[in-house]
């Protein structure tokens, strides 16, 4: 086991040659652990789930390792939904499912029990009393709903390069603590582009590598 003060001493390259080695589905990718195949190509496998929420539940894994979806690059990701597609109408053709469940677990407090990134294909029928997904509504007020809305929509805009920004929502029962929130952020948008990238960089590598490497011991 490496120790959290090797780990920062090593450099990124290090780090992911460490989890590769370290990654069952990295191995179930090289052929080193035997896997149910169902579809392969230079860029992704299928398999079936060993312990499937449902009869037929596959996994689409990246032949690279890849932890959550942001470092997968944008060709990478066309190709795996792709395939996912194909996957899931697999199910309801050959499986006589009445339909499906298309569903990554995109970091540790979504579920994501592997170190590796996937998509899960969960064919799906009425009976089948699946509760793994809680889809139970929340009441929220107009004022939650354009909090949430303006942050996520200026963030999309900046992923997409579109300059258009609007302003954060002040709440008008706590402005002061809504005006820190708008302030620190422009602060932030308004640092050269190098600086940002350099602060995304820092954060990817501490949300997604050491701390998923020392806390989730890959999935047997
Ligand atoms: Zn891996």
Sequence with gaps: ?????????????????????NCIFCHIVSG????????????????????????????????????IMPQIPDDIIAHIFMVAKK???????ALNAEGTNVFIANGAPAGQKA??????????????????FDLSEKKVSEDALEQMRIPLKNKVNDLFGIKEKEPFFVDKRDKES???VYV???????????????????????????????KNEPRK
């Design 178 to 180: 809504q005006k820190k």
């Design 32 to 67: 080193r652990v035997a896997s149910k195949k169902i579809y392969e190509d230079d860029k992704v496998l299928a398999i079936l789930d060993i312990n499937p929420l449902n009869p037929g539940h596959m996994l689409l894994l990246t032949k690279e390792h890849y932890q």
């Design 1 to 21: 086991m490496v120790t959290e003060e090797e780990l920062a001493n090593m450099s990124p390259e290090q780090i992911q040659e460490l989890q590769k080695q």
């Design 87 to 93: 996957l899931s109408h697999a199910c309801l053709r």
């Design 115 to 132: 170190s590796h990134f996937m998509v899960h294909i969960i064919p799906r029928m009425k009976a089948d009393k699946l509760t793994t």
């Design 184 to 214: 620190e952020k422009e602060k932030l948008e308004n640092k050269p582009a190098e600086k940002r990238q350099e602060k995304n960089n820092k954060e990817l590598n501490l949300d997604n590598i050491s701390s998923f490497l020392i």
